[in-house]
């Protein structure tokens, strides 16, 4: 009886220390996350940044007037194809796609957290924009049409909030360890693509793209720590309901 009691309080204690490990990990994250967008948002707006973003940009073309890619001729077509994923016509339909998939799985909380995240989530870049109100860069050709400010990168932000999201509230669905990465990965790459094209196309700084990056995943991390955290009490609801049947 006492190795029981004793096995039983070791598992109970690993149990809570892993899960103790988790929070603070994603704590250290958020904290880390919010500090590097002030810290970045800082720099941008006193100028600090501006000789390395221009260095970058024009690094990544050549010809007269830097209106050619460096490498294939592809380049321009394959960024503005990756760029499309960052678009709201794509972002929206994914998260339509995948709050309907939520409902049909009967998980409305999960298909509502979703639609919140990308909506909020929008809303927050917006406002980042217009506060912070940096210019377009004007020393290379743009690729793309732009309309709103430069910092941070929608594009980045909104891909990164909608895929992150997206991704983590998948790997909560699934228990094989592989899988969970998986989606994870797809979640980050098609995140990183994005960003990248926008440099690329000349319509981003590297700053922005790095802010909208940083902005987005604390936005996945706080909804995806929700998803995570109501999902352990439905399962915990669960267990007592099927116990005490």
């Keep these: 009886m006492n190795t029981a009691l004793r096995d039983a309080a070791h598992r109970t204690y690993r149990w809570l220390a892993g899960r103790r490990l988790v929070t603070l990990f994603t704590m250290l994250l958020l904290v880390a996350g919010t500090w590097a967008f002030i810290e970045l948002a800082d ?15 024009e690094a990544l073309r050549q010809g007269e007037g830097l209106g050619e890619p460096i490498g294939p001729s592809w380049v321009r077509g394959a960024a503005r194809d990756l760029t499309s994923l960052g678009s709201a016509a794509v972002l929206v339909t994914f998260t339509f796609v995948a709050a309907g998939y939520l409902l049909l799985v009967s998980d409305y909380f999960a298909a509502g957290l979703v639609l919140a995240a990308t909506w909020t989530g929008q809303a927050v870049c917006m406002a980042l924009k217009t506060s912070l109100d940096r210019a377009r860069p004007d020393i290379v050709p743009h690729w793309d049409d732009v309309m709103t400010a430069s910092f941070p990168s929608g594009h980045s932000m909104m891909a990164a909030v909608v895929y992150l999201t997206l991704g983590v ?64 009490r439905h399962e915990r609801r669960k267990a007592a309901r099927e116990a005490a049947s």
């Design 43 to 57: 720099e941008v707006l006193e100028g600090e940044t501006q000789a390395f973003d221009e260095a970058i940009l």
């Design 169 to 232: 509230v998948i790997a909560n669905f699934v228990r094989s360890r592989p899988l969970k990465s998986y989606c994870i990965a797809v979640a980050v790459t098609l995140t990183i693509l994005v960003g990248a094209s926008r440099i690329v196309l000349g319509v981003h700084y590297p700053t922005d793209v790095l802010a909208g990056w940083t902005a987005g995943l604390v936005w996945a991390i706080l909804c995806g720590s929700l998803v995570g955290m109501l999902k352990r």
